[in-house]
């Protein structure tokens, strides 16, 4: 059955390409209002896709841009798999950056550039023409598919929790399969089955009502720029180990065997200083960069504002301070408990004739997925037979809130397939894909139909 | 003799201040230039008035805004003062704050609203009115005058330094009379004589070539927020004690007999801690809040920026964090010595992976003048005769450039002699000086010039 559905995927890479042009062509950014029709009208080319293809599929109307739910369940007795992806995309800017238009997609040195040809259209377009090719050649699948395809990715998903939580009885899945993040380096494809969360926080430190001269005032009050520096100082000792209390009680370790896999990948640590410009890696001696950057919490300013920041002094004792700060969280630690512990450690720390003002962001917990899942082995068999390699098993340092969403609300674990390569320029200028990645993703993800149903 | 002087005050009271509203009409704000010619008119105002009083008088060009010098040099065996001022003030804004405009000069409740009513154009003027009642009543003065009355005090005196550089030998005098300081609250005269110095400097850090997003990278770098702030909260440990190595080394401690005199002086805590907005003062333990404003070194961050700054989290590890930091100095410290030590401070805790930058922006030793001088001797005598009431002898937290120049480059202290309050909105809307204020400061200075010569 399957040569019939490889030999269809051969025949119409030229079309599948195509058409997938034809999408990158509609610039829909969410985030921008003047693109609005825009991003329906990417939205209504998915719709058209999966309906000509032969599924039930639905224009879900938001508050916001609209989702596109279709589905297929006419395989009895086999698990259904659940298809989450995006159609809209990050704002091209800066614009005069691009080698060609960004909204005008071209292949050069077999790579198809646009914004979006990656992150998330040519990704998620794998898995429309994988079913397409079994649709078309046998008129069934063999798993039952549920696609939830949203325009709200890049701007926070918020209409997509609401349609989640609203829905669940209709989204019954066993499984989540989500392409939106990476190969582990080309030549190399990864099941992504760990990633960190998050939780983030700003806090405002208040002393006199207005900025002060620091001659007439300086030395008899607290500064709040001192003291806020000395409070988010204290957050990490000089050897990189964060102090906030109870941090790390509920840390579920690395175990052996995942480092032992993680060594295995080759990893540049001389290509990976020059990328980011600096001169020496940094953090808990005791681990390696990759497991810091995937299976270890941080805890990182992201921005920091007092008093005057123009040119040459000015001689104040500054009326506020701010900090933002997020932490990187891994399994075991409950974003709500590590918030209230920062919280407190700060409020201590601030000091007497001050006060302080704290704002809890947002959060989501960590994820980690069971690699010897069935679900995972299907994957794995599936990448191995369209890339001509065993995929590697990696985490990611990021978060992706949707996969939390799934595990709590529908109660299913994601297959995370990147097809992409993390140099692909994502949310950057000249953001591209390799046209054969795109033709291995979409060939594997047709074996998938068929693994996940054995 | 000075019957006669006190005699043509009495009756010159109205036009005195009738004069000085003329020239608070003249919109010389020297930050702008829109209002160069203004300044220059102010500058002609006051060479008009002190050559219709008899003095040899020029309007020296510089680069910038003219400064005024005349002199009367016929006392012979008797000292020479050089009476300092300014004839520029600060920019008036927010305009739309002034009860009347700022250069529509009115009394209001026996008080002279205008920009410049006291600083500086007011309590400058009174030198120029008494050494005229001299003049008019006597041809001749008790003792010699040099006037240096500049138009860029108020954006930093350059051409003025090198004015007072090149020409020590036409300015030799014995002592500097300067009026641009305070009583120390209405009722209670003061002199000034202890001013604090100053060093500032701006410190930047850096990290990766770009803010990198925090899930894929943060943990495995320094992150320069973090660093900086930690850097920057070590200068002061949590009992309030400046940290920099040898810090406090060369610090002159201040005397029994000094702290005695502050305890004295009267200080409302409460209605200091409302004044500002704060709930506690802060600072040394083992000193008052007087002793911590006029004659404790600081450690202020003047202002911090780093990463995102805007509404909501933004998770990023930012590329660069800047710290700009003044430090205020009491007698002993050396501004060069400090600022090497705070950049070596500085430098010695920035973690590995990230570089410093450190730009020394300026600095000024603080200064103590001879309390038991015969000069100060005078001034106290004179005060007390004009204003009723022996003035208290303080110090200031600030610092007070010129100051430094005359010691410097002339040899000379100087008698820092405030007839304003600091409540009178010095570089604020409002700005004001009680009109009974104006009159006995001329009068304290006539007398003054009498006293100078015994």
Redesign the interface.
Known sequence: MIEQVDAYLSENRERFVDELKELLRIPSVSADSAYKDDVRRAGKFVFDQLQSIGLDTEIVETDGHPIIHASWTGAENAPTAMIYGHYDVQPPDPIEDWVTPPFEPEVRDGKLYARGATDDKGQMFTHIKSVEAWMKTHGRLPVNVKFVIEGEEEVGSENLDHYLSDNREKLVSDVAVVSDTSQYAPGIPAITYGL?G?M?C?VKVS????D????????????P??A?????????D?SGLIQIPGFFDDVIPLQDAEREEFAKLPFDKAAYLNE?????????PEYS?LE??WA??????????????GE???????SW????I?C?LVPGQDPTKVTASLREFLQA?C?????MEFVD??GCAALVFDTSSPYMAAARDSIETAFGATPVMIR????IPVVSTFRDVLGIDTLLLGWGL?TDNLHSPNEHFTVEDFHRGTRASAWLWDALRK
């Open positions: 960190r998050i983030a700003e002393g006199p009502n207005q002060l001269h620091s001659g007439m005032f300086g030395g008899s009050i607290a500064n720029a001192n806020l520096a000395s409070m988010v100082g204290k957050l990490i000089d980011l410009g600096v001169g020496a890696t940094h953090g808990e960069t810091r950057r270890r919490p941080t805890c990182d300013v992201n921005g920091f504002i007092s008093g005057y920041t040459g002094p000015k001689t104040i004792v500054p301070a701010i900090a933002k997020t990187r720390n000091p007497p004739g001050l006060s962001q947002h990611e340092g990021g978060s993390d």
